[in-house]
């Protein structure tokens, strides 16, 4: 290597140093520690002992954890196709809208950038019993009252629906701009070819979007599997737990019975859920991206 391609590279690595000492220090340090206490029990006052793979052997046996490794399953389920549809859904009708485009996509992200604990008391109140809104709509038709909150089959979907409404901002945004990337030559040819408004999304724009899909799938998957801070203001994680999900049990785990070792083993397993689950994506949605 030339001392001037040198002094490049050099260069080049000094501008780069500090976020990358911040990326190991924040990010690598953390997860290799996190690593390391899954394998020990580790409490409050410094204490360790390595237990090897015990915590681990310990979550198979834990009834908790497999509630609420099913509460989170059945939560990602039914949020990620609602947040994915209604994001789809609004980014075409932006898309085809040339009217107050810029104010129609501000005030659709906007509950995205609410804080969670804001929009999870906001919705608590709209599910109310007695005084909330929308079972005054429903009593208004002669439906109501319904414990949304209470109900041990209602309250994942209420919650989803919640969370929906708060998440789908930022997904729309990502698929607008997919869907403004594609080509209009492709478009034209479809119309020319007599293909109608819904042959044109189903055959031309659907495959094309195909990497965004994907993408946005993979990130509102991974916040579905992260879901805390909406049910933990909403329900407590009830009724009777029907609301407990994994990081609600990590959070248990961990500053509740200051069982840091189990709590980081809990971790782990749910970063290895999500790793696979958004493998699978790639070969059921993202087979084509490449």
């Not at 050099?10 to 500090?18: C, E, I, M, Q, Y």
């Not at 006052?45 to 399953?73: C, K, M, P, Q, S």
């Not at 993979?218 to 029907?242: C, H, K, L, N």
């Amino acid at each position: 290597m030339s001392a001037a391609r040198r002094r490049e590279a050099l260069a080049g690595l000094a501008f780069v140093a500090p976020m990358l000492v911040l990326f190991l220090v924040f990010r690598i340090g953390p997860t290799l520690g996190a690593v390391f206490l899954s394998l020990t029990d580790y409490r409050l006052n410094g204490d360790w002992t390595f237990i090897g793979a015990g915590n681990y052997a310990r979550l198979l046996d834990d009834r908790l954890f497999w509630e609420a490794f099913g509460v989170t399953a059945l939560y990602t389920v039914l949020y990620v196709p609602m947040t994915v549809v209604l994001a789809l859904g609004t980014a075409v009708l932006l898309h085809r809208t040339l009217w107050l485009r810029g104010f129609f996509r501000g005030l659709f992200f906007l509950p995205y950038v609410t804080s969670i604990v804001l929009a999870a008391v906001i919705w608590k109140w709209i599910y109310e019993v007695e005084d909330g809104l929308l079972n005054s709509v429903l009593g208004g038709l002669g439906l109501g009252p319904v414990d949304f909150l209470g109900s041990e089959s209602l309250v994942l979907p209420s919650i989803a629906a919640a969370s929906a409404w708060k998440g789908f901002g930022y997904s729309m945004l990502i698929l607008l701009a997919g869907l403004q990337s594609v080509p209009r030559e492709v478009t034209e040819a479809a119309v020319i070819d007599g293909a109608n408004g819904w042959q044109r999304f189903r055959w031309v724009t659907l495959p094309l979007l195909r990497p965004v899909l994907f993408f946005v799938l993979v990130i509102e998957a991974i916040g579905a599997f992260q879901v805390f801070d909406a049910m933990y203001v909403m329900t407590a994680g009830g009724p009777v737990r029907a609301s407990y999900s994994l990081v609600y049990f990590l959070y248990d785990s961990g500053f509740k019975f200051f069982d840091f070792g189990y709590a980081c083993a809990v971790g782990l397993v749910l970063f290895l859920v999500v790793l696979v689950f958004s493998l699978i994506q790639r070969r059921l949605v993202g087979r084509e991206v490449d």
